[in-house]
């Protein structure tokens, strides 16, 4: 029987200019663990000014979305996940190049990314994440939280599922198309 790499990594596209996969240390001991999922320190690209806790049933796709002006942070606690990002920077030289991760609450990491790239999360099981944002939803959700429908296969990444449950606003979602001309010029 094939045993599951439980590792969170990249599994397949590119690694996209200004992206960071950075694997977290979790102390175990007799109690449980601790793990820091945050530090000044650790000199991230990222002004995190709102953290969020998120919880997914299995089978929920969250985005893909898309801002304009703020970074972000995303941490599987517990569960497991698959992220895709595509790079919407027409200046990056990773333009229109994807990425794929597989990550593992087991395995935790940390994925920071830029403002400028679509991103989306499927959860194949029940699972827990944190977030972090550079801009508060108060206010990029007026104007600045777009969205392209996750299975345009213009996207590129080979998502593992074909049946997510989604939002009803992302049910709504424009092709990469559409979503191109109305972020332009960007
Ligand atoms: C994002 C957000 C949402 N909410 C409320 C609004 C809705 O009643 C509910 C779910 O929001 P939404 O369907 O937008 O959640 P996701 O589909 O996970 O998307 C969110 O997280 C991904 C990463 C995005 O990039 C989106 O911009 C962001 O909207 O939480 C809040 O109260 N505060 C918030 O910061």
């Not at 990491?109 to 959860?123: C, D, E």
């Not at 994440?129 to 939803?137: G, K, L």
Request: charged share 25%; with cysteine; aromatic share 12%.
């Amino acid at each position: 029987m094939e045993v599951e790499v439980k590792k969170s990594r990249l599994i397949a596209g590119t690694e996209i200019e200004g992206v960071v996969l950075k694997k977290l240390t979790e102390h175990r001991d007799q109690r449980g663990s601790f793990t820091e999922i945050f530090n000044h320190r650790w000199n991230l690209d990222l002004d995190a000014v709102q953290w969020s806790l998120v919880k997914s049933e299995a089978n929920v796709y969250r985005g893909m979305h898309f801002h304009k002006r703020h970074d972000e942070y995303f941490c599987l606690i517990q569960g497991k996940c698959e992220l895709g990002l595509k790079d919407m920077r027409s200046d990056s030289p990773t333009y229109l190049e994807w990425s794929q991760y597989e990550l593992h609450g087991e395995d935790l990491a940390a994925l920071i990314f830029p403002r400028g790239l679509l991103h989306g999360w499927y959860f194949p099981v029940p699972s827990v994440h944190a977030q972090s944002v550079s801009e508060s939803y108060v206010d990029y959700g007026k104007d600045d939280n777009w969205g392209v429908v996750w299975n345009d296969p213009d996207i590129g990444v080979p998502w593992t599922f074909d049946d997510p449950i989604v939002s009803l606003r992302a049910g709504d979602f424009p092709d990469l198309d559409s979503f191109k001309k109305a972020i332009a010029p960007f």
